[in-house]
């Protein structure tokens, strides 16, 4: 049994972790840190955990010594507390992302602050367990992806690996209000949320950097570009990514690459059904699971790869992935804590 803890428990990601820690067999929680809510039960943010827990919010500063820290700070926070972190902790996983990307000028570009521990980068292993499985079983830190990084190279990685496509890719991506996390602003009140579909982010988005990062090992000339739009739902992540295939691919080389990157992954499905209306991804039906479905149609009329893709942003998207990534790190089996189907209807 490992003792671990949470830090930043009241927030989004947080709970998650939690949720999903509960129900590990392996795992003791042993505190919870939120600023706004110490000493008060922890069911009082996070109403689903009623009666599956009796902890309260500790304040950060009382952290004590534990196995593994998931931290789950705003981006930009972590590197404040890190080295401080490191010495309460023998293992850490940072669901920010303010270690995600190894280039310090890399993070300076895209997050328009400077970085307070370079230092630290290099020691990170970037958490998509079904592309660095083997350094995650080694690591001591892991830096979680963002959520439409996440979905978006679960996609490509294959295509890319294989030599399948080529030019720009672009990533359509459709979001839901709860990747914006707990704390409210004038674009998540109600009456300017609900109903919305907001043209985010057109261009410029952030998780671009990581993309091209983990992609860029097999193709160093990526070009890649993602325009988000905000819809009406609270959890759930789809992209729809518009690439070239290469001249003479076919239909049956995409099924392959897809096959043999993911036919043993316990958490990537491949959905490209004949018949039915749940015909190709859609996040409704993956709540709450760690699996990220992944479907892809050939143009053939306007010569384009299209690949639609779905997660719970706040499970495979982070805090299942972090999970994942502890279950890897000490060895329990992998899909420990995290085999829940899903609910239909939903
Ligand atoms: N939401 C998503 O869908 C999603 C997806 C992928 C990755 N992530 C990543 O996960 C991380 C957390 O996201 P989230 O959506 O859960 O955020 P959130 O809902 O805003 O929660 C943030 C948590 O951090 C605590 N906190 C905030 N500022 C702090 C500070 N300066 N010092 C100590 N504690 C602080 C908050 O609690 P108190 O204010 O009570 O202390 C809260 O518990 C982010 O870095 C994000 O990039 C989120």
């Known amino acids: 049994m490992i003792k671990v803890s949470i830090f930043g428990a009241s927030g989004y990601a947080g709970g998650e972790i939690l949720r999903i820690l509960l129900n590990h067999p392996k795992v003791k929680v042993k505190q919870v840190t939120s600023r706004q809510f110490v000493n008060q039960l922890v069911s009082l943010v996070h109403p689903n955990l009623r009666k599956r827990t009796d902890l309260v919010f500790t304040h950060p500063d009382k952290l004590e010594t534990c196995d593994l820290l998931f931290v789950a700070l705003p981006n930009g926070e972590s590197m404040n507390y890190m080295p401080k972190l490191k010495n309460l902790a023998n293992k850490i996983i940072d669901l920010g992302a303010d270690f995600r990307l190894r280039n310090k000028k890399v993070f300076e570009y895209w997050y328009k602050k400077e970085h307070k521990r370079p230092e630290l980068l290099t020691q990170f292993v970037y958490g998509i367990a079904e592309l660095h499985r083997e350094q995650l079983k080694k690591a001591s830190c892991v830096a979680c992806a963002g959520c439409e990084a996440s979905v978006s190279i679960l996609s490509l990685y294959p295509l890319i690996k294989h030599h399948l496509i080529e030019g720009k890719i672009i990533i359509d991506a459709k979001m839901s209000s709860s990747q914006a996390g707990v704390k409210p602003s004038l674009s998540s009140h109600h009456p300017e949320r609900a109903g919305a579909v907001r043209s985010y982010m057109p261009s410029g988005h952030r998780h671009t950097a990581e993309i091209i990062q983990e992609l860029s090992t097999y193709n160093s000339n990526l070009?890649?570009?993602?325009?988000?739009?905000?819809?009406?739902?609270?959890?759930?992540?789809?992209?729809?990514?518009?690439?070239?295939?290469?001249?003479?691919?076919?239909?049956?080389?995409?099924?392959?690459?897809?096959?043999?990157?993911?036919?043993?992954e316990p958490f990537v499905r491949i959905v490209k059904e004949q018949q039915g209306i749940y015909r190709y991804p859609e996040p409704k039906i993956l709540q709450g699971t760690n699996y990220c479905d992944i479907g892809f149609e050939m143009d053939k009329i306007t010569n384009r790869l299209v690949v639609i893709a779905a997660i719970d942003n706040l499970v495979k998207g982070t805090a299942g992935q972090a999970v994942q990534a502890m279950n890897l790190m000490y060895g329990f089996p992998e899909t420990m804590s995290l085999d829940f189907p899903g609910l239909h209807p939903i």
């Open 223 to 264: 070009e890649v570009a993602i325009s988000a739009t905000a819809i009406d739902m609270v959890r759930g992540l789809l992209v729809t990514i518009h690439t070239l295939p290469k001249k003479n691919v076919i239909e049956k080389d995409v099924w392959n690459a897809y096959r043999t990157e993911y036919q043993n």
